[in-house]
């Protein structure tokens, strides 16, 4: 049974509500709806092909898109995190790019779908708005759309593509769901299915929450039009309001018969309804059926990852300004006005959706929004809500421009203020919104987010070059550009920019986004990287394109050798002796059947909404409101009272200039007063850790600096791990001395290198200036080198390999043998609850050797319980005859989710690795490969010197470049040996700053007491592999008493050996 | 793929299988018409299957061809463990040749016969004492392999650190001293391969230790000591692999003071603090101490409050601002540089600066 509205086709100029809709507003919808398009066209069109470069999004959804370029109907994706399935996202949009590959490059049929998308959304809005309100009033929303900063932010900041495709999608489809329910008809159904098929092809989170956001209000405004449409024939019912008559249902058991004719009435919509939300739900699940196949049967198990539209806006003011104000732009100011609209119109399902996506878009600002989505919150960016509530919002937004313009409040406004006020208050909003939205799409250039954009193609040819791609590769530095590179190559990268589809454990179990922007996230985030760049066979992992001279000393301290900088900048880093992938890779299949469900399905959905899309356009165009819309007419004869009015805006305008003024004196008030010093010497060193050289200078004594440039010179002077390495994470100050007017302090500062945490220690002095502190300079120490011309024999090493006029890959004669190496004193030691393989390493050859050292922990059954390789503890490159201490440390990294557990982040907190049982042995897999590069010997340790404290062995002294190169980082490992002269723990220090030539800095290596490191075994010959073959004890490796520096048991050592390696090049910053 | 599909077509069609033989040999089963004609000048035993009675043929590789050579360690310490040279012999068609062929190996200046078995000879050849990059190669009759080369390297363990000559037992203060060795060399007299790696030790005597690396350049182990921030000389020694040099004595020539350090005082009343100026810090060596020179000074005010500063040299000079006034007065200055230390008393600042 159907409900048959009591007109068909026509407007009734009787009807009560539609009468108000006059034909010249009906005209002006169209036109209003065509302005819309254009300026979508104009606006956003002119701007995509710039933007979409500088977003986050774009790119992986170009990567996608690419995927199905190459393979349509095979989802297994190998290129990242040693291979995911596509059918972890709905593949609409990425096949439409993929489509279009064909015929186009790649960014381009980006933005192809992209402005298909917002042209759909354009009149999706309208079309959604039509439902609600006027024509007129639908095309000014239309309008609003197109200058929304939050279509504006998700565009050209965001990128994200299948959310504006979707929502037009699914917006587009809601008139077929509204006519389902007022008039029934089973092509409505269909149609209404096929778009909410469609949607879901494109992404399943709009059609979920859209069910909800705005299906919901809108099966009220159309059971209000059943309502309205077919009147209840008993007089005590009709013109009751929609809540009257179901508060009727609920009144004592008297007038069955009426009750009868209500529930029959709203009986059949209710019942379609219910038909449709089956029908939405069941072209959810088969449309994309192997998604939810691939969630059920691989579910995430990845610790979340932090999302700024999750912290308090309060907090975090800047999270608050891109995810929460940013969006809502000038539909802020407007809110109040929706929310009046909605408690006192028909639109109020409309209304409390919008609030309902208002609150929930304050992320965690209050505990509301947990409250609601209870486990969902960790999983979901809550700003699509604010992006929702600014699509909602539109249609009270179009019925505001209507009445400015064309209706009441317009004429109230020019009888209160004079002619024009109303265009001058309506040209203003919308002024303010294009203002808005143009500074959204302008951000990226006022504040960038992304790295300026590096041209893939030099890497994409290198990877294509001399079977580079038979290995994995990784990205540093890149942003979301380095989805763009995988994209345009078929070599693979441990790393990826989906995180929802890595299934690596060592990725998941860290809060890391991705690991090429793992130094965000300081400590965890470095180890996370840290367990890639150093166990690379376990990832086939031999190239690290670098855009961030920030990780230079991790890489050259983990064994990564710099090849060479590409033409766009990027410097290629090769780590040696690192097995190829393997043929034929692990792969998860899926079922030939399920591979033919996503090639066919989502894209067959997206061309049949199309085709319904155009022929509903054909048939009744989508500009003109419909005989069963139910629209608010907004009454013209109420509230004429300018002169109440006048003094309304009088009285803001007085408020206003009141508050600007208030506001200002109170700043200027402000930043006059005097800062305290302690924080001038805070914000000094803030200004140095961004940058900022002239603000710094600025905080430095007017009567004692020296010119800008004589200070900056003094500034850069020295670079280094910290000067050209650190960021600035602890500061604190410790008063020494203090009169009036000066002031000493001590500087404890922590710097988050790629390594570790530096601490500093300087001593500084302020001095008050009137009432000002500022900064007393410090001053250079100017040691002089000693000689002007400096001289040095020096040896350098070619390996020829394969570069040689032969086509051959590989030949029998270019291969040089594995150097002889030789692995001594080894032990598995535990400190502090971390188990630890020590040892010493020799280089028995007469070429230098490159080093690859890997333990396995083992269990008393013999059980692998660990597998772990040398990171930063290790000579790495030895010259023949020398020898070094290695530490295999089985260090687990510490989570975010830790953190969180421990109450506070501590940077420089480890936890220990999750073992199945207790290590009780370990064995030793060591290789060698001859090395020619970071061999740099020119660092002598002048004047050590050795203390002993409560936090062990102390050892300081003065680093000494006596070579003729800059070290730029410098490590020095020291090895302890214990009273029976076998080695007992190693560590490393690093020189805070780089020296030049004749130059020296000071160091600091520290090694625990001997008392807290407990032996657990010995590691003896057997367990160990040399070059592939067992080890034998070694004749010739130095003892603990050859080349050692005996110490008188100082801290619990016996002798301490010694090697330092150097980083020797200058960054370009 | 090819052939699988016609024996696949083959083993079907049983009627053709009883038409055309079969031939199987050590590398498996084809059919002579489908198989390339290369398969039927491999060496070995063939038997052709068909409905007749089984036929049985050996083809015997032809005369060596290809000779391919391989040897292994390319690097041979001297002295040490033997190598092992390896020729691959093979026919015209890849077949490896008959047992018994004669193959002559040359590994640097030593030749050595050996037969082949199974298409292979292997030889052992031992390094010598004499170390050097070594060609090798192998010869079947006319057929000679392509050339190979092999080096022997020094015996590092036999290597013994010695001073090249006395080393400077004054170095100058504030600059380089070059410490090398002499020509290092092994056992049998080979010289040290350039880029091996030692250590140079100078023990300052208190608890102090300088480690200088060296490393070989056409033999010589060559170290350089940067005589600043070091605290003076001692005893020094080389040491390589498990091996040390003799210690010597060493001693660094640090600069004596000539004349009386000067020292001048301002005060500056805004800020209540004292500028201080030493030097210029005069040598015997006819030059003022060198720019960087640390120095250390420890003021005592009339108030009995004891002030530490660091400062470096600079033009001959050094200038500290202490927080004390001119209330402070007289200080007690005592200036330790690397020209020693000593002590002065201030009765007064010198001029007063007024804001």
């Known amino acids: 049974m159907t409900v048959q509205p009591n007109v068909s086709g026509k407007i009734s100029a009787a009807d009560p509500l539609l009468s108000g809709i006059k034909p010249e507003s009906r005209d002006a919808g169209t036109r209003l709806l065509l302005i819309a398009l254009a300026t979508a066209t104009l606006f956003h069109g002119a701007l995509l092909p710039f933007t979409h470069g500088n977003?986050?999004?774009?790119f992986i959804h170009m990567f996608f898109g690419d995927h199905y370029y190459r393979n349509w109907f095979d989802p297994w994706e190998p290129r990242w995190y040693t291979g995911f399935s596509t059918t972890s996202y709905p593949p609409g949009t990425h096949m439409a790019m993929g489509a279009l590959r064909h015929i186009m490059p790649l960014r381009a049929a980006f933005v192809v779908v992209q402005m298909v998308g917002i042209l759909l959304l354009t009149v999706g809005v309208y079309r959604y708005s039509l439902l609600w309100v006027t024509p007129r009033a639908a095309g000014f929303a239309a309008i609003t759309l197109t200058l929304a900063s939050s279509i504006s932010e998700t565009l050209h900041l965001f990128g994200q593509l299948p959310t504006i495709f979707s929502l037009g999608v699914f917006l587009n489809g809601m008139p077929f769901v509204y006519r389902w329910i007022v008039l029934g008809r089973w092509r409505n159904l269909a149609g209404a299915v096929v778009f909410g098929s469609a949607t879901t092809a494109a992404h399943h989170v709009t059609t979920l929450f859209g069910a909800v956001l705005f299906i919901v209000p809108l099966a009220f405004q159309a059971l209000r039009a059943v309502a309205e449409l077919n009147p209840l024939p008993a007089k005590s019912l009709q013109g009751a309001q929609l809540r009257g008559q179901f508060w009727f249902l609920w009144r004592p058991a008297t007038q069955w018969r009426r009750k009868l004719a209500v529930i029959i009435r709203f009986g059949w919509p209710f019942v379609r309804g219910i038909i449709l939300a089956v029908g939405i739900v069941g072209a959810m699940v088969i449309t994309i059926f192997p998604y939810w196949y691939w969630s059920i049967t691989d579910p995430i198990t990845q610790v979340p990852i932090p999302h700024g539209s999750r912290e308090s806006f309060i907090k975090r003011t800047d999270l608050g300004f891109v995810f929460f104000l940013l969006p809502w732009g000038t539909s802020l100011l407007l809110l109040p006005y929706a929310i009046y609209k909605g408690l006192t119109t028909r639109l109020w399902p409309l209304a409390a959706t919008l609030v309902l996506c208002?609150?929930?878009?304050?992320?965690?600002?209050?505990?509301?929004?947990?409250?609601?989505?209870?486990?969902a919150f960790d999983i979901l960016t809550l700003d699509r809500f604010t992006f929702w509530a600014s699509i909602l919002i539109l249609p009270f937004i179009g019925v505001l421009f209507d009445g400015l313009f064309y209706g009441r409040s317009g004429k109230v406004l020019c009888l209160a203020l004079g002619r024009g006020a109303n265009r001058i208050v309506g040209g203003g909003l919308l002024a303010c919104y294009m203002a808005v939205a143009i500074f959204c799409a302008v951000l990226p250039v006022i504040r960038p987010m992304q790295p300026t954009f590096i041209d893939p193609a030099p890497m994409v040819s290198f990877l294509e070059q001399d079977q580079h791609n038979r290995w994995r590769y990784l990205t540093l530095g890149f942003g979301d550009q380095f989805a763009y590179v995988s994209a345009l190559t078929t070599a693979q990268s441990v790393d990826g920019n989906y995180h929802s589809a890595r299934r690596l454990p060592d990725m998941m179990r860290f809060s890391v986004e991705r690991l090429e922007n793992s130094k965000y996230l300081g400590v965890p985030g470095l180890g996370s990287l840290q367990q890639f760049l150093v166990n690379t066979d376990r990832y086939n992992l031999k190239y690290v394109f670098s855009n961030d001279e920030f990780y230079d000393p991790l890489l050259v301290f983990t064994g990564w050798n710099r090849l060479n900088r590409l033409a766009n900048g990027v410097v290629v880093w090769e780590k040696p002796d690192v097995a190829p992938l393997p043929l034929l890779q692990p792969r998860r299949e899926l079922s030939n059947g399920q591979n033919l469900l996503w090639g066919l399905l989502p894209p067959s959905a997206l061309i049949l909404a199309g085709i319904i899309f155009v022929s509903s356009f054909l048939r009744r165009g989508f500009s003109q409101t419909q005989a069963e819309y139910r629209p608010l007419v907004v009454a013209q004869d109420r509230f004429m009272r300018p002169v109440l009015v006048r003094r309304i805006v009088f009285s803001?305008?007085?408020?206003?200039?009141?508050?600007?003024?208030?506001?200002?004196?109170w700043a200027w008030i402000r930043a006059q007063r005097p800062t305290p010093p302690d924080q001038v010497i805070e914000a000094y060193f803030n200004d140095l850790d961004f940058r900022r050289y002239g603000d710094a200078y600025a905080r430095l004594d007017p009567k004692t600096r020296e010119d800008f440039e004589t200070v900056n010179f003094q500034w850069h002077w020295r670079g280094g791990l910290i000067a050209s390495y650190g960021k600035l994470i602890g500061f604190r100050s410790e008063v020494l001395a203090q009169t009036d007017d000066l002031i000493d302090w001590r500087i404890h500062l922590d710097w988050l290198t790629a390594m570790d945490v530096q601490h500093q220690v300087l001593e500084m002095r302020g001095v008050k200036r009137g009432d000002h502190w500022f900064v007393v300079p410090t001053e250079l120490r100017p040691q002089q080198t000693p000689v002007r011309m400096q001289r040095e024999a020096g040896v350098l090493w070619n390996v020829t390999g394969r570069r040689q006029p032969l086509a051959d890959t590989d030949l029998h004669r270019d291969r040089l043998d594995r150097p002889e190496i030789s692995i001594s004193g080894a032990r598995l030691v535990r400190h502090k609850g971390l188990y630890s393989v020590?040892?010493?390493?020799?280089?028995?050859?007469?070429?230098?050797?490159?080093?690859?050292?890997?333990?396995?922990?083992?269990?008393?059954?013999?059980?692998?319980?660990?597998?772990?390789?040398?990171?930063?503890?290790?000579?790495?490159?030895?010259?023949?005859?020398?020898?070094?201490?290695?530490?295999?440390?089985?260090?687990?990294?510490?989570?975010?989710?830790?953190?969180?557990?421990?109450a506070g982040y501590d940077p420089k907190l480890f936890v220990p690795p999750i073992l199945d049982a207790t290590p009780v042995a370990a064995t030793i897999d060591a290789r060698a490969l001859v090395a020619t590069a970071n061999?740099?010997?020119?660092?002598?340790?002048?004047?050590?010197?050795?203390?002993?404290?409560?936090?062990?062995?102390?050892?300081?002294?003065?680093?000494?470049?006596?070579?003729?190169?800059?070290?730029?980082?410098?490590?020095?490992?020291?090895?302890?040996?214990?009273?029976?002269?076998?080695?007992?723990?190693?560590?490393?220090?690093?020189?805070?700053?780089?020296?030049?030539?004749?130059?020296?800095?000071?160091?600091?290596?520290?090694?625990?007491?001997?008392s807290s490191i407990e032996v657990v075994s010995e590691i003896m010959s057997k367990d160990t592999m040399i070059n592939g073959s067992g080890a034998r004890a070694d004749p010739n490796a130095p003892q603990s008493g050859e080349g050692t520096v005996r110490l008188n048991n100082v801290a619990g050592y016996g002798a301490l050996r010694f090697q330092i390696s150097s980083m020797t090049y200058e960054p370009e910053f | 793929m090819k052939s699988l599909v016609a024996l696949l077509i083959t083993i079907i069609s049983t009627d053709i299988v009883a038409a055309e033989p079969i031939l199987t040999d050590a590398f498996g089963i084809y059919m002579p018409s489908i198989e390339q004609a290369e398969r039927s000048t491999w060496a070995g035993y063939s038997e052709s299957l068909s409905d007749r009675e089984p036929q049985g043929k050996t083809t015997r590789p032809g005369a060596a061809q290809d000779v391919l050579f391989y040897l292994g360690p390319k690097n041979l310490i001297a002295g040490g463990h033997k190598g092992q040279a390896m020729t691959l012999v093979l026919d015209a068609v890849g077949n490896l040749v008959a047992d018994g062929a004669n193959v002559k190996t040359t590994t640097g200046q030593t030749t050595a016969d050996a037969q082949t078995k199974s298409g292979i000879a292997s030889?052992?050849?031992?390094?010598?004492?004499?170390?050097?990059?070594?060609?090798?190669?192998?010869?079947?009759?006319?057929?000679?392999?392509?050339?190979?080369e092999f080096q022997v390297v020094p015996d590092l363990a036999g290597v013994v650190p010695v001073w090249g000559k006395k080393p400077v037992s004054l170095a100058l203060f504030e600059d380089y001293a070059d410490l090398n060795t002499a020509p290092l060399s092994d056992q049998f007299g080979n010289e040290i391969l350039e880029g091996a790696g030692g250590q140079v030790q100078l023990d300052h005597g208190n608890g102090l230790t300088t480690l200088l690396p060296f490393v070989t350049a056409q033999g010589v182990g060559q170290a350089r000591l940067l005589t600043r921030d070091i605290p003076g000389g001692g005893q020094i020694n080389l040491s390589f692999e498990r091996r040390t040099s003799p210690i010597l004595s060493f001693e660094i020539d640090s600069p004596e003071p000539a004349g009386l350090l000067q020292i001048r005082a301002m005060t500056d009343a805004?800020?209540?603090?004292?500028?201080?100026?030493?030097?210029?810090?005069?040598?015997?060596?006819?030059?003022?101490?060198?720019?960087?020179?640390?120095?250390?000074?420890?003021?005592?005010?009339?108030?009995?409050?004891?002030?530490?500063?660091?400062?470096?040299?600079?033009?001959?000079?050094?200038?500290?601002?202490?927080?004390?006034?001119?209330?402070?007065?007289?200080?007690?200055?005592?200036?330790?540089?690397?020209?020693?230390?000593?002590?002065?008393?201030?009765?007064?600042?010198?001029?007063?600066?007024?804001?």
Request: a negative charge; hydrophobic letters at 45%.
């Open chain 1, 55 to 58: 977003t986050y999004d774009a």
């Open chain 1, 358 to 375: 208002f609150v929930l878009g304050t992320g965690g600002t209050t505990p509301i929004p947990r409250i609601i989505l209870r486990g």
């Open chain 1, 652 to 665: 803001m305008g007085v408020i206003a200039v009141l508050s600007a003024v208030g506001g200002g004196t």
């Open chain 1, 838 to 902: 020590v040892g010493q390493v020799f280089n028995a050859a007469s070429e230098p050797a490159y080093l690859t050292l890997q333990s396995d922990l083992r269990s008393e059954t013999d059980q692998v319980l660990a597998n772990q390789a040398a990171a930063m503890v290790n000579g790495q490159r030895l010259l023949p005859a020398e020898s070094s201490g290695f530490r295999i440390a089985f260090e687990g990294v510490l989570s975010l989710r830790d953190a969180a557990a421990a």
């Open chain 1, 935 to 1010: 061999l740099y010997r020119g660092i002598a340790l002048n004047g050590l010197n050795f203390s002993e404290d409560a936090d062990g062995l102390k050892i300081a002294g003065i680093a000494a470049n006596v070579g003729t190169l800059t070290a730029s980082v410098i490590r020095i490992t020291a090895m302890g040996y214990d009273e029976t002269g076998a080695p007992i723990w190693v560590d490393v220090g690093y020189v805070d700053s780089n020296i030049l030539p004749g130059q020296t800095a000071p160091f600091e290596v520290r090694l625990p007491p001997r």
């Open chain 2, 123 to 148: 030889v052992f050849y031992l390094p010598g004492t004499l170390a050097g990059q070594f060609h090798a190669g192998a010869a079947v009759g006319a057929q000679q392999s392509n050339r190979a």
């Open chain 2, 270 to 355: 805004e800020t209540a603090s004292t500028r201080l100026k030493l030097g210029p810090f005069l040598t015997t060596e006819g030059h003022a101490l060198n720019d960087g020179s640390t120095v250390q000074v420890k003021v005592t005010t009339s108030h009995g409050k004891v002030l530490h500063e660091t400062g470096w040299i600079l033009n001959g000079l050094l200038e500290v601002t202490l927080l004390v006034d001119s209330q402070a007065f007289p200080l007690t200055i005592e200036a330790t540089s690397p020209l020693g230390s000593s002590s002065y008393v201030l009765m007064a600042p010198e001029m007063q600066v007024t804001p």
